[in-house]
């Protein structure tokens, strides 16, 4: 029986970000993967977005939102 080439292997949230360090500045997340950076729930994240303190994210598609990681790591640093 052949692969199905459509079907493809998600990491989980978990395997993800433990490549956090050596992603690209680039690179997408999650407010999921945020939140398990210890960014906190999705609504102090959307907090932390309305008040600047964190970037506003990029829209990719319908229900689609991500930020960026040197967004993200900015935020980390102390910075915005």
């Known amino acids: 029986m052949a692969e199905n080439p ?7 949230v978990t395997e993800r970000i433990s490549g956090f360090d050596d992603m690209s500045e680039s690179a997408l997340l999650t407010v999921q993967e945020l939140g398990a950076l210890g960014i906190g729930s999705p609504a102090t994240i959307w907090r932390d977005v309305h008040s ?7 829209k990719i598609g319908p229900n689609r939102t991500r930020w960026r990681v040197g967004d993200v ?3 980390l640093e102390g910075g915005a």
């Open 73 to 75: 790591r900015r935020f």
């Open 6 to 12: 459509n079907l493809e292997t998600k990491e989980t």
């Open 52 to 58: 600047k303190r964190l970037a506003a994210p990029i």
